[in-house]
T-cell receptor, first 112, second 116 residues
Framework: GNSVTQMEGPVTLSEEAFLTINCTYTATGYPSLFWYVQYPGEGLQLLLKATKADDKGSNKGFEATYRKETTSFHLEKGSVQVSDSAVYFCALSDWFGGKLIFGQGTELSVKP | SAVISQKPSRDICQRGTSLTIQCQVDSQVTMMFWYRQQPGQSLTLIATANQGSEATYESGFVIDKFPISRPNLTFSTLTVSNMSPEDSSIYLC?????????????FGPGTRLTVT
């Protein structure tokens, strides 16, 4: 069945450091890929998405590219801020917007 | 974007009792979903709630334990029945809607349930 694997956390970075959170997936067909963010004490927010191979999703300085050849969707940001501290979830769904399958989540802590 | 509300936002319940969680969305949607997020864990889908038909449950979840209603296109309820401490989790509802040329899933703020 479909599955998503994320790098384990927690990840601790200094402000302005470069961020990469790895995400790989296993799926049949052509899934859509997503990154969600959960700030402390808050609900889940959609951060970015990509729906086909080589698409790049971007939002708030975060980027991720849909790599079909490596079945990956790594999240990157060039310069993190303290306010980026949160848990990040990689997820996939069928193209028609069905259920989401989530990775384990990666906790990011950014220190000033 | 979407506006999704849940009631209650949190509750503390005694074992053996039941709690019904309400989810209201701001647009008519075909698919709504209920997820569980156990402490420190990721999200796991409980069931898909489609209007006009019975909910579709994922492996490991059964209707007797988690009955779901979907009376119209903007509302759904999830009941957690005969609760035990293992049911202590955050329960989130979501919907899927078309946005920017594809489908996106939006989540409510969650209901934090503690069973004592």
């Amino acid at each position: 069945g479909n599955s998503v694997t994320q790098m384990e956390g927690p990840v601790t970075l200094s402000e302005e450091a470069f961020l990469t959170i790895n995400c790989t997936y296993t799926a049949t067909g052509y899934p859509s890929l997503f990154w969600y963010v959960q700030y402390p004490g808050e609900g889940l927010q959609l951060l970015l998405k990509a729906t086909k191979a080589d698409d790049k999703g971007s939002n708030k300085g975060f980027e991720a590219t849909y790599r079909k050849e490596t079945t990956s969707f790594h999240l990157e940001k060039g310069s993190v801020q303290v306010s980026d501290s949160a848990v990040y979830f990689c997820a996939l769904s069928d193209w028609f917007g069905g259920k989401l399958i989530f990775g384990q989540g990666t906790e990011l802590s950014v220190k000033p | 974007s979407a506006v999704i509300s849940q009631k209650p936002s949190r509750d503390i319940c005694q074992r053996g009792t039941s709690l019904t969680i309400q989810c209201q969305v701001d647009s008519q949607v075909t698919m709504m979903f209920w997820y569980r997020q156990q402490p420190g864990q990721s999200l796991t889908l409980i069931a898909t709630a489609n209007q006009g038909s019975e909910a579709t449950y994922e492996s490991g979840f059964v209707i007797d334990k988690f009955p779901i209603s979907r009376p119209n296109l903007t509302f759904s309820t999830l009941t957690v029945s005969n609760m035990s401490p293992e049911d202590s989790s955050i329960y989130l509802c979501s919907d899927t809607r078309e946005a920017r040329g594809s489908y996106e899933q939006y989540f409510g703020p969650g209901t934090r349930l503690t069973v004592t």
